[in-house]
């Protein structure tokens, strides 16, 4: 064997015997009035800390808001008028190009944002489109969509 190899060896053997030697001295560690009698598995547990007295401890709890606010944003009103060939409604119910603007008026009213979708289909005349645009222009109502039925 080389020089090398018996350094090796002798290197192992040295970690070997202080491997041992500190297992021998961890037992050391006992109190002096055990000393020779067998450990027993709960002599490894950390010590018990108390833990917090639990009235002490405060209790969180979710209480929801008693009162919450019903109607957050403010809601826009939206008309539908349906313009037939012979006929309009008014968010389904029948009316005459006056009572249209009066009523689109009290709507816009009470609520300046007011939009109305105009329904109407492609056998309409467009003149009658047009009519129609105008009352709801003239009572108050700027935003205005069209949409055509089938």
């Known amino acids: 064997m080389t020089l090398a ?10 970690a070997g015997v202080a491997l041992i ?5 961890i ?6 009035a055990r000393r020779g009698q067998p450990r027993r598995a709960y002599d490894y547990a ?5 833990g917090p007295d639990l009235a002490d401890v ?10 919450p606010d019903p109607d ?16 309009l409604r008014l968010d389904g119910v029948a009316v005459t190009p006056a009572e249209l603007t009066d009523r689109a008026r009290r709507a816009a009213d009470d609520d300046p944002a007011i ?12 003149a009658r489109v047009i009519e129609v645009m105008d009352a ?3 009572a108050g109502v700027e935003k205005l969509a069209l949409s055509a039925a089938p």
Not at 5 to 14: D, E, H, M, T, Y
Not at 21 to 25: Q, R, V, Y
Not at 58 to 67: E, F, G, N
């Open 58 to 67: 405060p209790i969180i709890r979710y209480v929801p808001d008693p009162d």
């Open 5 to 14: 190899r018996w350094q090796g060896w002798a290197g192992l053997a040295i």
């Open 21 to 25: 030697a500190g297992l021998i001295t």
């Open 72 to 87: 957050p944003a403010p809601r826009h009103v939206e008309l539908s008028v349906e313009v037939t060939a012979t006929a």
């Open 27 to 32: 037992r050391g560690d006992e109190a002096p």
């Open 136 to 138: 709801l222009r003239a």
């Open 115 to 126: 939009e109305a979708t105009i329904i109407s289909s492609s056998d309409v005349p467009y």
């Open 46 to 50: 950390p010590p018990a800390r108390p």
